[in-house]
């Protein structure tokens, strides 16, 4: 069964301190690794998909990147509009495309002005 | 640019009785999923629709059915329904050259 850990469950940072969330994961052949934000009471939003180990992207103040065992998202300088939930999840390769993903709960991000 | 489409987005009923949420995709999406998420909660993955197709199961209530229509919009039902099935339901959609999905902004159910 696939798994999704991702630590720490809350966030709280001033603004312009970086930090970076995990998410560790066990899954049956990774076809993707994917982080989305979640803001209170709306549908997750796609930031990135990763593919391979050593496999980095960024966008804005995030970055992420993936080994065999986990994935980070780095959050460098952030501001107060970056606070959301920021939601891990994987997707098993199975060859028959169109899977669902398996998320992590979730870390809660507040960023103080 | 046109995003998914769910209706309603909100939803109240009461215990035993039914609900059907609807889900536009974007345009030219062929793949539809949903997901169930109680407060709290992460979305966990219920059933997706490629071309009309099941294509995947996740953890369905046998009390749920969906399917996808010839215009890909896609209709999740939901019968005899319990208090735990208050929650919000997502509709996503993507198209076989994207690996991602955009999420619609969700259908709140809170059954009495």
């Known amino acids: 069964e696939d798994q999704v850990t991702q630590s720490p469950e809350a966030l709280r940072l001033q603004e312009g301190e970086s930090s970076s969330l995990n998410c560790s994961y066990t899954v049956s052949g990774l076809r993707g690794l994917f982080w989305y934000r979640q803001d209170p009471g709306k549908g997750p939003e796609f930031l990135f998909t990763l593919y391979s180990a050593g496999e980095e992207k960024e966008k804005e103040r995030l970055k992420a990147t993936l080994t065999k065992k986990e994935s980070f998202l780095h959050i460098t300088a952030p501001k107060p509009e970056d606070s959301a939930t920021y939601l891990c999840?994987?997707?098993?390769?199975?060859?028959?495309?169109?899977?669902?993903?398996?998320f992590g709960k979730g870390t809660h991000l507040i960023i103080q002005p | 640019a046109a995003g998914v489409i769910q209706s309603p987005r909100h939803l109240i009923k009461e215990k035993r009785e039914t609900a059907t949420l609807k889900c536009y995709p974007i345009p030219r999406h062929d793949t539809v999923y949903w997901y169930q998420q109680g407060p709290g909660q992460d979305p966990q993955f219920l059933i997706s629709f490629y071309e009309k197709m099941q294509s995947d199961k996740g953890s369905i209530p046998d009390r749920f059915s969906a399917q996808q229509f010839s215009d890909y919009h896609s209709e999740l039902n939901m019968s005899s329904l319990e208090l735990g099935d208050s929650a919000l339901y997502f509709c996503a959609s993507s198209d076989r050259t994207a690996d991602w999905a955009f999420f619609g902004q969700g259908t709140r159910l809170t059954v009495v």
């Open positions: 999840a994987v997707q098993a390769y199975s060859g028959g495309g169109a899977d669902g993903l398996t």
